[in-house]
Every structure is written in C-alpha cells, then in structure tokens.
C-alpha cells in the first residue's frame, strides 16, 4: 500500500489512542506518547506538524506495527 501523503499529527494521536497509547508530554511541537503492557512500556514521539514528512511516518508506523504485532497496511488505512 502507498504511504499517505496528507497525514497531520492528530490523525496519527486519535488513532495510537485507540491502541491504548496516551499523551506524557508535550515539548514545544512534539508529543510524547506511552502504552504499557505486559510486555513492558513502549514510547514515541509524534512531530505536531501539517502534514508530516513521509519518512517520519514510515518510522512511526514501522515502530508502532512492530510492537503491537499490527499490519503495516492496516496502520496506512486506518489513518
């Protein structure tokens, strides 16, 4: 699947709370958001900006859909 060009932070914040994340912090235009599991606690930072880089949300994907065990392609549609 291609790589959503017009993806803005809060698309990307709404969908990680659906998967349990939630907001730690803000410093100046990123966010900082957890999810703790069993597993342990997996944290990512989400750039505030419109929209985002492609490559930055390749990496934010790659990061969530390896540690929730998630499709790739299921994260590009969702969004």
Same mark, same amino acid.
Do not use: C, W
């Given at each position: 699947m291609?790589? /959503? ?8 914040i709404?969908l ?10 803000q410093?100046g &235009?990123?966010?900082?958001? &957890? *999810? *703790? ?12 900006? *419109? /929209? ?9 994907? *790659?990061?969530?859909? &390896? ?7 299921n994260f590009?549609?969702?969004?």
């Amino acid at each position: 699947m291609r790589v /959503p060009r017009d993806v803005d932070a809060d698309s990307i914040i709404r969908l990680l709370e659906k998967y349990g994340y939630i907001i730690v912090r803000q410093t100046g &235009s990123h966010i900082r958001m &957890s *999810k *703790k599991t069993d597993e342990g606690e997996h944290s990512i930072t989400i750039p505030n900006h *419109k /929209p985002i880089k492609i490559g930055t949300l390749q990496s934010i994907a *790659k990061d969530i859909s &390896s540690f929730n065990k998630l499709d790739i392609n299921n994260f590009y549609r969702q969004l």
